[in-house]
């Protein structure tokens, strides 16, 4: 398999008013051709700042490190013109919410048409046709009539279905959903993702999703990460995390989902306290003012990455996993 | 008084009108429903009108000085006697130079002006949408122009390139542009970070397309109210050029320049003033009215009005 999307040790900062804030701090990801990435976190965890960093869209007050490859390119190089070429065309976004990602003042056909033509150089009338048919298939229906509406006369979850097709539109290789159901009911939800789901499998298309719901991210994603304070905590395929998560804060997260089966506990688990804000101090773990296991070395040393089972990394001193083994 | 029908809109057949019909359908009907706009709108053909047919409507020629429409005493006369509304203080008839005078007036009205708002949206789009050194480029150059003292600045420019009608234009609109450039670099600057900018960032849209089809079309309001509302502006500035000798040449009558003779005989003659005068005032209220119809109905998001 070819990887599609490398970044390596990406950092990130911000500089406002001349002090510097880490928002990334290091993040390594491979995304396979056709593989789905999922990259979970609470807010502030830095994982849209990730997907920013990515599309090379964030402001001129971001100072980006590392290195961002697409099919072995060096993105961070781009100039202005070949950005143009590759988003829209090779890379496409999806964001949160799709009442704010759609120009209200054209129609949905226009939007569509855009990239159409731009990257496919269709004709005006093959690029209608086109756009028809990549609304009718993300499940509109009287999708040719329904081109010249604008926005507002669609649905929430409608609208962010058109905003799948406008990112579908050119079969990029990858896809990157920022937080794209979490504006959304939980019904909705779960259509838009079925949706998504087969897109991407129909056209091998990669997804990087990016959520702060680890429920959405498990049912769709091949693989995680786990991001907390601008680093990835933990990483591994979807079922090995889900089933025998290593970080504490993983485990956390986990029990925080509320399940069906078993007995009810009297109150659903939180995580107590709240993430970092601004800078942590690099020698010492950014979770460990609210970690259950934290021991006086998790307050000294940072912790680095390591392999705690076979196909995963966690960066924690005391990893689940191996503490389990250690007592058993 | 019968109670008003409940109107439902109709369910979409199959067979729904096609957009073209559509859209000049649409037109016709919110002008029905809008009559001010509607009325705006034949003041404003009307005038267009007038202007263009004057040879055939002004019973006198426009400059032609008449002995008989002098008072004694040396006065201007008042409407009737021959002169639907009355002469000024060379003895020329105030219809004619009325009728004369809408041509310039709304031909420096509309070209200035017109020339003023795309110099301004221009301005203000790119140095709002690219920031950086273009826009602080951009914006010194408009508080530059702002710094000059108008009128100055006028005669400066006029006393170098000659007066006439299409210097007139060009320099009012070289003046007119900069208050529009601000205000629409402050809406772009706060556009530009909405999310479907963004969004069309990430499609590979070129800068060039994003500010015309996604940030231009929500700039229209503001440029319709301001664009309308400037045309009497452009009128006066021209009059005051006329008045100080360096707007339009002398004799062929302008509305700016019959109100800047007519504000010194306000006492003996008000109807020197008031001719003109409500004729700028109806022209500026009727492209202020179809303006904002016109800003109404190219909103998509605006209810539909009944």
Known sequence: MTAILEVDDLTVDFTRAGTRTAAVRGVSLRVEAGERVGIVGESGSGKSVTAQAVMRLLPTTATVGGSVRFAGQDVLAYDAAKLAAWRGADIAMVFQDPMSSLNPLLRVGTQLTEGLRRHRGLSKSDARAEAARLLKLVGIADADRRLDDYPHAFSGGMRQRVCIAIAAACTPKLIIADEPTTALDVTVQAQVLDLLDELTERYATATVLVSHDLGVISSFCDRILVMYAGRVVEAGPTDDIVADPAHPYTRALLDSIPRLEGELPRRLPAIPGSPPFGDVPADSCAFADRCAYAQPVCRTVAPPTVPVGPRTQAACHFPLTLAEEVTR | ?306
């Open chain 2, 1 to 306: 008084m019968t109670a008003p029908p409940i109107v439902t809109t109709p369910a979409p057949s199959g067979e729904t009108v096609a957009t073209e019909p559509a859209g000049m359908r649409r037109v016709l009907r919110s002008l029905r429903h809008d009559k001010p706009a509607l009325i705006s709108i034949v003041v404003l053909v009307l005038l267009a009108l007038a202007a263009i047919l004057a040879p055939l409507l002004a019973s006198h020629p426009p400059l032609q000085t008449y002995p008989e429409g002098l008072a004694a005493n040396g006065a201007p006369i008042g409407p009737g006697h021959g002169f639907p509304l009355g002469t000024d203080p060379n003895g020329r008839d105030v219809l004619a130079r009325l009728l004369y005078g809408a041509r310039v007036s709304l031909v420096i009205g509309i070209l200035a002006n017109g020339l003023a708002t795309v110099l301004g949206v221009l301005v203000g789009l790119t140095a709002g949408y690219l920031g950086g050194w273009v826009e602080t480029v951009l914006m010194r150059l408009t508080d530059v122009v702002m710094s000059f003292p108008i009128l100055l600045f006028c005669i400066a420019l006029i006393s170098v390139t000659g007066p006439s009608e299409r210097n007139v234009v060009i320099v009012i609109a070289l003046i007119y542009w900069t208050t529009l450039a601000r205000i629409i670099r402050s809406q772009v600057l706060s556009l530009r970070e909405r999310e479907f900018v963004v969004a069309a960032r990430t499609m590979g849209l070129s800068h060039w397309r994003v500010m015309r089809r996604h940030l231009f079309p929500h700039l229209v309001p503001t440029i319709i109210v301001y664009a309308t509302l400037g045309v009497a502006s452009s009128i006066l500035i021209e009059a005051s050029l006329s008045f100080l000798g360096v707007g339009v040449p002398v004799p062929t009558p302008s509305w700016g320049q019959m109100i800047e003779q007519g504000k010194e005989y306000f006492q003996i003659a008000p109807w020197l003033l008031f001719a003109p005068g409500v004729c700028l005032i109806l022209t500026v209220l009727a492209f202020n009215l179809a303006g904002d119809w016109l800003r109404d109905l190219l909103d998509p998001t605006a209810p539909e009005r009944r």
